[in-house]
């Protein structure tokens, strides 16, 4: 830890008595950190959709031990620096003492020593990193983490596409990236596949033609791409503009594909947290009033954070309060039900314990769309 970051957590421990006084009224305070703009705020504007659905409907329904939920969020625009100040405003002076967000890992993980701390629970939605959790035991999140997925992207590679030679292209800077990737190898080496090329680049780059040159020399049957929407609609673009004509795997950064990319993402899959067009009764049910509300389909951005509301107020519940941390945090810990990504308790680390499914992105009316692939599991 650096001076910096202890000097906010000191800082953060000898407020808390005062910031932390429980809030009187008949009103639940939640707090969020998710960006709201910027490069990555299909994510945060996603989420909080998702969260104010659940808020809505569970304020229409009587609230939470007969107490109305007030969301309140605070924009990081993605960056870390910010997610700080977000932080520190929503517990201060909105004086809250669960806070949903961030969605990024490394933004996430920027506010997870002080959440523990100040004993102030956090629920991650969507941020995979495996540290994200380490901080301690006030730390949760609703995602499954990147080694399973990327262990799920192997797998669909190796066994559902039926290849053999898999080329990969990474962020070497972004630890998201990196953790996806070197599952992704560890899984489809073991499986028996061979990876014949592996080239990374830095976060913010434009051009990939030099890397997916060596890429397209060494004739891969699949290229694993582990970045976000917005990287990988350009390395798409730059990938099939060379000819390599290869199906493209990546995971659930790939979320936010369908409005921002073209045709070169078609023969893509990408492993994600559910499927739209399931027929499941709770995704349905979620799905159609998600567009209802807000007039198009959700994201699993959307779904994690509707989840995350549904999970906390079923804690509330079963504690019996909406203000003593302890106890919510001790009853969430005990999670054990089924939402619309699917039945979830948690493990040892306090990360959920669910099936993942592959998305395929397809055309549909002339439109980029996605449909449900596989759902594959790794412990076979």
């Known amino acids: 830890m650096n001076k910096f970051s202890k000097a ?16 009187k009224g008949k009103t639940v305070k939640i707090g969020g950190v998710a960006p709201l703009s910027g490069a990555v705020a299909v994510y945060g504007v996603e989420c909080k959709n998702g969260i104010d659905l659940a808020v809505s409907e569970i304020n229409a329904a009587g609230g939470i031990n007969g107490q109305q939920v007030q969301f309140i969020c605070e924009d990081d625009e993605g960056d870390a620096a910010k997610s700080v100040n977000a932080y520190k405003k929503l517990v201060t002076r909105d004086r809250v003492r669960v806070i949903i967000g961030s969605l990024t890992s490394g933004c996430t993980i920027a506010i997870t020593k002080q959440a523990q701390a100040q004993k102030v629970l956090q629920i991650a939605p969507a941020a995979t990193a495996p540290a994200i959790t380490d901080a301690g035991n006030y730390i949760f999140r609703t995602c499954f983490i990147d080694p399973f997925q990327g262990k799920v992207g192997g797998k669909f590679a190796f066994s559902n596409l039926n290849t053999k030679n898999a080329a990969v292209l990474y962020d070497i800077g972004n630890d998201y990236s990196v953790g996806l990737m070197e599952n ?13 090329a592996k080239e990374s680049y830095n976060t913010g780059d434009k051009d990939f033609n030099a890397q997916l040159t060596k890429i397209k020399s060494a004739k891969p049957d699949v290229v694993y791409l582990p970045d976000y929407y917005g990287t990988v609609a350009l390395i798409a673009k730059q990938l099939r503009a060379q000819g390599i004509n290869t199906p493209i795997v990546g995971a659930d950064g790939w979320d936010g594909l369908t409005g921002n990319a073209g045709d070169e993402v078609l023969n893509g899959y990408y492993s994600n947290h559910y499927a739209e067009d399931s027929d499941s009764p709770a995704v349905q049910k979620f799905v159609n009033s ?12 959307a779904v994690l954070g509707y989840d995350s509301v ?9 504690s019996g309060t909406t203000t003593d941390v302890a106890k919510i945090r001790d009853a969430f810990e005990k999670t054990d039900g089924n939402y619309v990504t699917g039945h979830i308790v948690f493990d040892e680390k306090r990360n959920p314990v669910k099936s993942a499914v592959m998305i395929k992105l397809v055309k549909e ?9 596989a759902t594959v599991d790794i412990s076979k």
């Open 184 to 196: 992704f190898v560890a899984e489809y080496t073991s499986l028996g596949g061979k990876v014949v």
């Open 8 to 23: 906010l957590v000191l800082g953060a421990m000898a407020f808390s008595a005062v910031a932390f006084a429980a809030p």
């Open 365 to 373: 009316n002339g439109k980029l769309s996605t449909a449900y692939a």
């Open 290 to 301: 998600f567009k209802a509300k807000y007039g198009k389909s959700p994201n699993s951005f």
């Open 310 to 318: 549904y999970m906390l107020k079923d804690a509330m519940e079963k």
